[in-house]
């Protein structure tokens, strides 16, 4: 057989292409839907962490004196973490407590740090592990008038 006879035969010949088309959109279209479904939970697991961090500089800010802030901003940011159901495998609050040290009259404000670590085992998906660090900052205002202990 020459070789523009057995082109010109795998031309006209063209069952099962269709088939072959259909598979191969269905392996890009999965694809496509695990990734975003992968973005989504990421987007959700950071907006829980900035509400907690929100949670945690509120705390801190209503605490009375700057040693009472901390565990104050790391209890409320658990609490939060909790009731979102957000499980992370680390957890690291720290609170910027400079602002207790203005005398009242002065605007000051507490600035709390979250850390927490989102394990992909979550997802449930076969061979895929690791995690991700979500780090969110939040900035909470003290009350300008009330008495401050040094």
Same mark, same amino acid.
């Given at each position: ?8 035969? +795998? ?32 987007r959700q697991a950071h907006q829980k962490v900035e509400h907690?961090?929100?949670?945690? +500089?509120?705390?801190?800010?209503? *605490?009375?004196? +700057? ?17 979102q159901g957000l499980k992370c495998t680390t957890m690291n609050v720290s609170a910027?407590? *400079? ?29 895929? *592990? ?7 900052? +939040? ?12």
């Amino acid at each position: 057989m020459k070789l523009n006879q057995w082109i010109n035969r +795998a031309r006209s010949n063209d069952r099962g292409d269709a088939t072959i088309e259909l598979c191969l959109a269905i392996v890009v279209l999965l694809v496509l839907l695990g990734w975003m479904y992968a973005y989504g939970i990421n987007r959700q697991a950071h907006q829980k962490v900035e509400h907690a961090a929100g949670e945690a +500089a509120r705390a801190a800010s209503l *605490s009375r004196t +700057a040693a009472q802030a901390n565990p104050l901003a790391y209890q409320a940011a658990l609490d939060s973490m909790d009731g979102q159901g957000l499980k992370c495998t680390t957890m690291n609050v720290s609170a910027d407590t *400079s602002g207790f040290r203005t005398r009242p009259g002065v605007s000051a404000t507490v600035e709390v740090t979250v850390s927490c670590e989102v394990s992909y085992d979550a997802l449930g998906w076969p061979g895929v *592990s690791g995690g991700r660090t979500i780090e969110v900052t +939040a900035i909470s205002p003290i009350d300008t008038f009330r008495e401050r202990a040094r």
